[in-house]
């Protein structure tokens, strides 16, 4: 094994675009040195990592990655090992969000869904484990409001964010005092990409008590604070979601 890296260190999955970019951005001005994980945003990922390395060289590490073949996640955790010689910190913020009617929702996107937003990051705990507790590190799971209230036509990523809520205070309660799980629960942060409904948008903004969405940089600010800043806090669960969880 390498040399420890005299920074903390964090493997971010999804990190290439959107919420994981702005994480990774966040967490690398705080000092820590990062793996990139990402599935098919190559050339952002390289981007992203180049902008990192212009900043302090040495301290990224791209890691491609399908989360739904299982022998890939130990790999992650065995590979930002063997750069960077620790780990201090996982952040699970990988998803795959499509919609599942009923009717018309087959096992294959179960599975999908399931893996990406349940099973990976459950095994990525689990292989992170021993260098976690070495280091006495945290994971922080980002989760979703709908894991608490269904959306219509997307039962199963509801059911799977459901269950990565559990898995947060499940593994807070398995890894503590050494390694502290807390999860982020964001509201409306970025529309889908595929989302042309503003009706619905501004509905939802409407019931919002704070009338706006949330920024990339604020959920990786909330991220930030559970991993270095809240010593105390295992097993909870950080809604930002402007006030959306206190309407009907």
């Given amino acids: 094994m390498p040399a ?17 970019a702005a994480i990774a951005r966040t967490l690398h001005g705080a000092g820590y ?36 073949e299982f022998d890939r996640i130990p790999e992650l955790i065995a590979h930002t090992v063997g750069r960077f ?22 096992p294959a996107l179960w599975d999908e869904v399931l893996a990406s937003n349940a099973r990976a990051p459950f095994f990525l705990a689990q292989a992170a ?10 994971i922080v799971n980002i989760t979703d409001i709908y894991g608490e209230r269904p959306l219509r036509d997307h039962a199963v990523y509801c059911m799977a964010k459901a269950a990565l809520l559990m898995m947060t205070r499940s593994l807070a309660l398995e890894l503590g005092p050494g390694v502290r799980v807390n999860a982020v629960s964001p509201g409306a942060i970025l529309w889908p990409q595929d989302s042309s409904d503003t009706a619905a948008q501004q509905a939802m903004l409407a019931r919002t008590p704070l009338g706006r969405t949330g920024t990339p940089e604020e959920v990786a600010e909330a991220v930030r604070w559970l991993l270095q800043d809240a010593h105390y806090s295992t097993g909870q669960v950080l809604h930002l979601d402007g006030g959306r969880m206190l309407t009907a």
């Avoid at 484990?129 to 945290?138: D, I, K, S």
């Fill in 4 to 20: 420890a890296s005299s920074h903390p260190v964090v493997l971010v999955t999804g990190a290439a675009r959107r919420i994981g």
């Fill in 33 to 68: 040195d990062i793996a990139l994980h990402h599935r098919h945003s190559e050339r952002d990922a390289q981007a992203l990592a180049d902008e990192l390395e212009a900043r302090r060289a040495g301290s990224t590490l791209l890691l491609q990655a399908d989360l739904v």
């Fill in 85 to 106: 010689g620790r780990l201090d910190a996982l952040v699970n913020n990988a998803s795959t969000f499509v919609t599942s009617p009923l009717g018309t929702t087959t």
């Fill in 129 to 138: 484990m021993p260098h976690l507790q070495a280091r006495r590190g945290a």
